[in-house]
């Protein structure tokens, strides 16, 4: 059975930095497209940031451009989040999601409803 894990979230000041982790088992992250979403209390899911598969195109909410950085580990298998300079209002529970077909646009992402596997969420908390 595919799954995916999300590890890595904590409480942190604001600007301190976190690295989250999504791994799967029954599958390999490699050929699907990895998403990164965030919900905050309250709030609708949000995408936060993607790696394509094949080329690792990657996209960033505005939210968090020049801040996250994605990046797939092919040699564990994994995906991870850098999240440096992190703000309050990056609080909530940090979700990934894989994407298998068809192939999308370089640099497209795929909707929320369009992943197939999702984690369970990891929380992250930006407080002083």
């Known amino acids: 059975q595919q799954q995916l894990v999300e590890s890595g979230g904590g409480s942190v000041h604001p600007g301190g930095s976190l690295r989250l982790s999504c791994g799967g088992s029954?599958?390999?992250?490699?050929?699907?497209?990895i998403g990164w979403f965030r919900q905050a209390p309250g709030k609708e899911r949000e995408g936060v940031s993607c790696?394509?598969?094949?080329?690792?195109?990657?996209w960033y909410a505005e939210s968090v451009r020049g801040r996250f950085t994605i990046s797939r580990d092919n040699a564990e298998d994994t995906v991870h989040l850098q999240m440096n300079s992190l703000k309050p209002e990056d609080t909530g529970v940090y979700y990934c999601?894989?994407?298998?077909?068809?192939?999308?646009?370089?640099?497209?992402?795929?909707?929320?409803?369009?992943?197939?596997?999702w984690g369970q969420g990891t929380q992250v908390t930006v407080s002083s």
């Open positions: 999601a894989a994407y298998g077909s068809p192939q999308l646009p370089r640099g497209i992402c795929p909707g929320l409803y369009d992943y197939d596997f």
């Open positions: 029954g599958f390999s992250l490699g050929y699907y497209t």
């Open positions: 790696i394509q598969s094949g080329e690792d195109t990657t």
